[in-house]
């Protein structure tokens, strides 16, 4: 029995190590895409095209490969990450996704993940605050909670 419990234990502490290393990659992973897109915004070095979507068309901006469709600002939680323009597994480890929607059609639905450096902060944020998303041509969009 306690070989057993044992076991579980060690099971138990891989398991976490292996969630902290994957948020503390995916942090590092969100920053450096976000500072390439935030250049890209602000020097209009952007290779805008149309993200066709059943919603509705956004612009987006690729970075290392990967569609970004702008930026998610939380001030409250002290967030400011990039959101890429379709949602995987794989794009979750660098920022919250498009899960589907379009700004043009007032249904832009994001979907993310609760690592420490994404989206933990969340419960920060209440009633009558707000929340900011630049499109990669720059504009703001502001909405409140």
Same mark, same amino acid.
């Given at each position: ?86 949602? +995987? ?12 929607? +379009? ?16 989206? +933990? ?22 909405? +409140?909670?």
């Amino acid at each position: 029995m306690i070989v057993l419990g044992l076991a579980l234990t060690f099971s138990a502490a891989g398991v976490y190590a292996r969630y902290e290393h994957r948020a503390r990659e995916a942090g590092t992973n969100a920053q450096i895409l976000l500072q390439e897109v935030k250049v890209q915004i602000e020097e209009k070095k952007l290779t805008a095209t149309k993200v066709e979507a059943p919603e509705g068309q956004m612009a987006q901006t690729t970075v290392d490969g990967r569609g970004v469709i702008g930026i998610l600002q939380i001030e409250k939680a002290g967030i400011q990450l990039p959101v890429l323009d379709k949602w +995987s597994y794989e794009n979750l480890q660098y920022g919250p996704c498009r899960y589907s929607g +379009s700004l043009k059609e007032g249904n832009l639905v994001f979907l993310g993940h609760n690592y420490a450096d994404h989206l +933990s902060d969340l419960d920060l944020v209440k009633k009558g605050d707000t929340v900011d998303f630049f499109d990669v041509t720059g504009v703001c969009h502001t909405f +409140s909670v």
